[in-house]
């Protein structure tokens, strides 16, 4: 029996229509610039963010890593919330990748704001680390898929022009964060130097994240991808992937949040959870009350009515809902989360 897996919305797997137009790709070597189906794929993308251009990358990893590294020298600083996924997720990649340090700021919900920023930048002393890079998350994943409105962008953004800083977004999520602030991608590009989208997350499609920033700073990109080991042949096939995606499922994100929804109201009604984190987007994060479960035996109880969830913590579990996650899953779901004491 097919598993209902609510670990997170990177388990999609591609449906008839986008394997069809995946099959039906035209491709080319893309390190010579020559996929007609990749260039197609980041023209789209950052006309869309209206940005001057784009670089097709296999993972939000590393469309983050190369921002990071194209935006800073060796012993420079980048500040971000202590939540933030290239801190915590990206195997330390900002020191490996980059020889860059990061200072961390406690955000609300993950979200940083200019006030918090402005005094953690540093002053022009030999002693400092220049800062040079300041990131946001958008939706933040660890704090529950809360996100940002482009009136508390606009200082942060307005911060960095003033100190001379690069404002980079890693908006593996976006899509989920605009379906609910009802703000547009063109507004969005407006505030970032750089902007890193994932299409393997709530789009749904296999593999593959995009950079967009202006030219230059794609040129660079493209160099430090090869760097990395990034530079894909034939890959259009995944490009058509995700330009299916781009065009077919963002209106739907939609409903992944109202299911989301669903799962927060059942959960707050029941007698073995501690606390849920406010539900904003696709993410519902909560505690289990120590004394009644383990996040380990919740687990393994769920897994054995054949439901995936990831224990995110000592007590705190994730579930994430996403494309392949239907009504019906929903509907069992919460029967099985009734059910259990
Ligand atoms: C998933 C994710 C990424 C990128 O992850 P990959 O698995 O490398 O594609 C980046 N940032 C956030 C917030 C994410 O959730």
């Known amino acids: 029996m097919a598993f209902i897996d609510l670990r997170s919305d990177t ?85 490996f990748n980059s020889g860059v340090q990061a200072k961390l700021l406690q955000g609300q919900e993950g979200r940083l704001s200019a006030e918090l920023i402005e005094p953690a930048i540093n002053g022009d002393f030999d002693w400092l680390t220049n800062t040079r890079l300041v990131s946001l998350e958008n939706t933040v994943n660890r704090a529950g898929g809360s996100y940002y409105t482009l009136a508390q962008i606009k200082p942060i953004h307005a911060l960095c022009q003033a100190k001379n800083l690069k404002l980079h977004l890693d908006g593996a999520r976006i899509f989920n964060a605009l379906t609910e602030s009802g703000e547009s991608t063109l507004e969005t590009g407006k505030y970032f130097d750089s902007i890193s989208i994932c299409l393997s997350k709530g789009l749904g499609a296999p593999v593959g994240s995009l950079l967009l920033g202006d030219k230059e700073f794609i040129k660079k990109a493209r160099r430090i991808r090869k760097v990395f080991g990034g530079g894909m042949r034939q890959a259009g096939f995944l490009a058509a992937a995700g330009l299916y995606a781009l065009k077919h499922n963002v209106e739907r994100l939609k409903e992944d949040h109202l299911r989301a929804k669903k799962l927060e109201a059942c959960l707050l009604a029941l007698p073995y959870v501690e606390s849920v984190l406010p539900v904003y987007t696709n993410i519902v994060i909560f505690n289990l009350k120590k004394e009644v479960i383990s996040g380990e035996d919740f687990e393994k109880k769920l897994r054995e009515k054949n439901i995936k969830i990831s224990a995110f913590g000592k007590q705190t579990i994730r579930m994430v809902t996403h494309l392949d996650f239907t009504e019906d899953m929903l509907e069992t779901s919460l029967n099985v989360l009734k059910s259990l004491v």
């Open 11 to 95: 388990v999609t797997k591609p449906g008839k229509a986008m394997l069809e137009a995946m099959f039906s790709a035209p491709v080319g070597d893309d390190v010579f610039s020559e996929d007609p189906t990749i260039t197609e794929l980041e023209v789209y993308a950052a006309k869309l963010f209206g940005k001057e251009a784009a670089l097709f990358c296999p993972s939000g990893t590393m469309t983050n890593q190369i921002a990071i590294k194209a935006h800073t020298e060796p012993g420079n600083e980048v500040i971000c919330d202590v939540n933030s996924h290239i801190y915590n997720y990206e195997g330390g990649g900002i020191s």
